[in-house]
C-alpha cells in the first residue's frame, strides 16, 4: 500500500486530530481540546486509509457539553464471520456520555476508559473493587483481581490495566466465551487476565 493512503491531507488542521480507536480496516479520530472541555463529547471523524474514504461526525448541538466517558467503533456485523468485506458501512460509532452518576461511581472524574473487546466496552473506576462494562447495550460492574484495583491513592490519570480484544480464530466454530484480556504492567512483570462469559443456562 503507498504511504499517501495513511496522510491526512484532506484534513486542513491534521495535527489537531488524535487517534481514540480502531477496527480491521477502520480507525476513529477525535479532535483534541483542552481545558475542561476535554472530558466533553468531541467532533469525530471515520477514516479507512485503505480507500481515503473518511466521515465527519459533528456532536449534536444539545450533547456537545455533555461529559464524554469514550468513543469506540461497533461491528454491526457481530461475530458473523460470513461478511468478508468489512469497511466504513459496517461500522457504528458508540459514544458513552455521563447524566449522572450509578451509586457505585463516587465521581465522574474517577472513571477512565481502558478499552474494548468484542462487543463490550470498558473502564477502570478508582477506589473501587469493579470495573464497569457496556455489554451491547447494558452497563454492568464486573469484579476485578485485586492487583488491578485502581488505588485512591494513585495521583496518576494512568490506570493500571488496559483491556484488549482475544482474538481468535476467525472462522467457525466460533468460541464466544473468551471475552477479553485485560493486562497490566507492574515494575518488571507484566500480568494478563481473562474475562470469560457465563451461560446463563
Not at 486530530?17 to 469525530?44: E, F, H, I
Not at 474517577?110 to 455489554?135: E, P, Q, T
Request: charged share 25%.
Amino acid at each position: 500500500m503507498e504511504m499517501r493512503h495513511f496522510y491526512l491531507d484532506f484534513i486542513p488542521d491534521a495535527k489537531s486530530w488524535q487517534l481514540v480507536d480502531g477496527a480491521c480496516s477502520v480507525v476513529l479520530l477525535a479532535k483534541k481540546m483542552t481545558g475542561w472541555k476535554r472530558r466533553c463529547l468531541p467532533n469525530l471523524m471515520v477514516w479507512e486509509p485503505l480507500t481515503r474514504r473518511h466521515q465527519a461526525i459533528p456532536p449534536l448541538p444539545e450533547m456537545k457539553f455533555h461529559y464524554c466517558l469514550g468513543t469506540c467503533l461497533k461491528n454491526k456485523c457481530g461475530t458473523d464471520w460470513r461478511q468478508v468485506r468489512v469497511g466504513m458501512s459496517t461500522f457504528t460509532v458508540i459514544c458513552a456520555l455521563y447524566k449522572r452518576s450509578p451509586p457505585t461511581v463516587s465521581s465522574i472524574s474517577s472513571v477512565r476508559f481502558v478499552g474494548r473487546a468484542r462487543r463490550a466496552v470498558y473502564w477502570a473506576i478508582k477506589n473501587s473493587v469493579s470495573m464497569l462494562i457496556l455489554d451491547e447495550y447494558s452497563f454492568l460492574l464486573v469484579a476485578l483481581p485485586a492487583s488491578f484495583r485502581w488505588s485512591p491513592l494513585s495521583q496518576h490519570d494512568e490506570t493500571p490495566f488496559h483491556v484488549a480484544d482475544p482474538g481468535g480464530e476467525p472462522f467457525p466454530p466460533f468460541d464466544d466465551r473468551l471475552a477479553a484480556r485485560l493486562a497490566g504492567l507492574f515494575g518488571d512483570e507484566l500480568r494478563v487476565f481473562s474475562r470469560w462469559r457465563i451461560d446463563d443456562d
